[in-house]
């Protein structure tokens, strides 16, 4: 028997029938002689002695009677507790029956992808808990399969672009409306590599949000990795006309972290800063100790962050409105892949703008050791 409302209306039963068993042999065991012991204080002689002849029969089947009434009554009363217990059983069964029912319904929904599906919250408790739960869980899902369905026509939008580039200068070429030439085929090598990276960004995005990111750390002096990367952009800089300015400070910041992925992350923060800011402005780096942590701070004077974009900053294909175009626009996931790789370091990447047009600050925090 696997049912649980045919368990429950059993147990009911049981219990029933169990305190009807044990009141009729209390009773029947124990009426007579209390019976006995009422009539031996009865101040009447003709009912009161039990060896007084014909009392003695009038109270033996005076006492006979009694025992045979209280039987009846026993059985009576059993019978009713019973039908009582068994009604309900069934009524507490119903109840508790119908909401785990809905709740079936709704897990099944959810599990053949109708994440809109809701169950109704019961008067109990624990099943309400329970029905919420499963109500959070369909909502998680439907935001997740949004998120899924979001991120492909991301990344269908993002494959359009160079696509579209290399199919019209191939097809140009085709035609001989375009010349073969290496200022031509330049151009398509570019929009190769634009698709290379992003193919890279979004492996490395994969693998940043199932935690399969894997960080090799070693004793490493922050300000040193931070200053180096940003070098590496300094003639990015000087093309765009930006002042890079690079201020490592004086005091160690040696922690515990994979050198390659910080500089990765910090790449990516200066290269955002970079094509977020026009010819003629400033991005600056610096370095400093602060309560147990190493922060690299890397501010620049671009186009900032409206408040309302902030808690945008780090999704994904998100791009500061304003920002520089051109064909190394970058993939839109950097910032997404930067704090994924602070967050596997025990650290934290926050960004900061007093609004657009004011320039925007980024602040990478780790644990220092």
């Known amino acids: 028997m696997r049912s649980l409302s045919a368990r429950m209306v059993l147990s009911h039963l049981l219990v029933a029938l169990l305190g ?45 009677q009694f025992a045979s009434a209280v039987d009846s009554s026993l059985l009576l009363g059993a019978l009713i507790g019973v039908v009582a217990a068994a009604i309900l059983g069934a009524l507490l069964a119903y109840r508790i029956g119908r909401p785990l029912a809905e709740l079936r319904r709704t897990t099944r929904d959810i599990a053949e992808g109708q994440y809109q599906s ?13 029905a919420t739960d ?23 939008h993002e494959l359009r672009t160079p696509l579209t580039v290399i199919d019209g200068y191939v097809e140009g070429m085709i035609d001989q409306v375009l010349p073969t030439t290496p200022a031509n085929l330049a151009q398509i090598s570019d929009e190769v590599r634009r698709l290379r990276r992003l193919s890279d960004d979004l492996s490395m995005l994969s693998r940043a949000e199932e935690g399969r990111l894997v960080i090799s750390p070693s004793r490493v002096d922050l300000r040193e990795v931070a200053g180096r990367a940003a070098e590496r952009l300094r ?38 800063a970079l094509r977020a800011t026009p010819s003629g402005g400033r991005v600056q780096l610096t370095c400093r100790r602060e309560a147990g942590h190493g922060v690299i701070e890397i501010s620049d004077t671009g186009v900032g962050i409206a408040q309302a974009d902030l808690s945008r900053i780090f999704e994904r294909f998100y791009r500061v409105p304003g920002s520089r175009s051109g064909g190394d626009a970058g993939s839109g996931i950097g910032l997404t892949i930067s704090r994924s ?29």
């Not at 910041?253 to 290269?271: E, F, P, S, Y």
């Open 20 to 64: 009807a068993v044990t009141t009729f042999f209390v009773v029947r065991a124990l009426a007579p002689a209390l019976f006995d012991a009422s009539l031996r204080g009865n101040p009447n002689p003709g009912m009161g002695r039990p060896g007084g002849g014909q009392g003695q029969g009038q109270g033996q089947a005076l006492r006979d």
């Open 118 to 130: 809701r169950a109704a919250v019961p008067n109990e408790t624990e099943l309400a808990g329970l």
């Open 134 to 156: 499963v109500n959070t869980l369909g909502a998680a899902l439907a935001e997740t399969e949004a998120r899924r369905l979001r991120l492909l026509g991301e990344v269908a």
């Open 235 to 272: 003639p990015q800089a000087e093309d765009a006309g930006i002042d890079l300015v690079i201020e490592p400070g004086d005091v160690p910041l040696a922690a515990d972290a994979d050198a390659d992925r910080l500089a990765q992350a910090v790449t990516n923060i200066i290269g955002n």
């Open 341 to 369: 790789i602070l967050t596997r370091h025990g650290g934290s990447l926050t960004a900061t703008s007093p609004g657009a047009g004011q320039g925007a600050t980024f602040t990478l925090r780790l644990p220092l050791a």
